[in-house]
């Protein structure tokens, strides 16, 4: 992760000889609470921990707003690419989400091919959107 990115938690998972790694960052001073406006950026990592070239086609994401309100977010690539990632090598991009809540959660998935063509899903873990203006509830 750059360092120009505040410390922020992680999250991680792997399949497939694939770890994903994601990073989420509110975004306080493009937010807007007053106007249900919040955002979040997500710094991801996806290393290739197998033997083989590998190549990102597709992005599927589920954004939860704090009101169970689930979105379906699919494309091609990410970032406007489609990056091939060598054993051993490292892929990084920076995206954004906005939310009409302060909390939520995203979970996905990225459709990948093998160097012969085969397709194959990669996990994208579960991470929290969390900002200083959710209510605390204590049990």
């Known amino acids: 992760m750059s360092?120009?990115?505040p410390l922020a938690p992680s999250y991680t998972t792997e399949?497939?000889?694939?770890?994903v790694t994601v990073f989420p960052i509110y975004l306080d001073s493009q937010s807007a609470p007053d106007e249900n406006h919040y955002l979040w950026a997500y710094h991801v990592?996806?290393?290739?921990?197998g033997s083989t070239p590998v190549q990102l086609k597709n992005r599927h994401w589920e954004?939860?707003?704090?009101?169970?309100?689930?979105?379906?977010?699919?494309?091609?690539?990410?970032?406007g690419e489609q990056p091939f990632?060598?054993?051993?090598?490292?892929?990084?991009y920076t995206s954004g989400t906005p939310l009409t809540?302060?909390?939520?959660?995203?979970?996905g998935y990225y459709s990948m091919s093998r160097?012969?063509?085969e397709l194959f899903s990669?996990?994208?873990?579960?991470?929290?959107?969390?900002?200083?203006?959710?209510?605390i509830i204590l049990n």
Request: glycine share 12%; net charge negative.
């Open 3 to 5: 360092n120009d990115l």
């Open 15 to 19: 399949s497939e000889n694939v770890r």
């Open 45 to 49: 990592r996806i290393e290739n921990l």
């Open 63 to 79: 954004i939860t707003d704090g009101l169970g309100r689930t979105q379906i977010v699919k494309g091609t690539g990410v970032v």
């Open 85 to 92: 990632i060598q054993p051993g090598e490292i892929y990084e």
């Open 101 to 107: 809540t302060p909390s939520g959660i995203m979970v």
């Open 115 to 117: 160097h012969d063509g």
């Open 122 to 135: 990669v996990d994208v873990p579960a991470f929290s959107l969390d900002s200083p203006y959710q209510p």
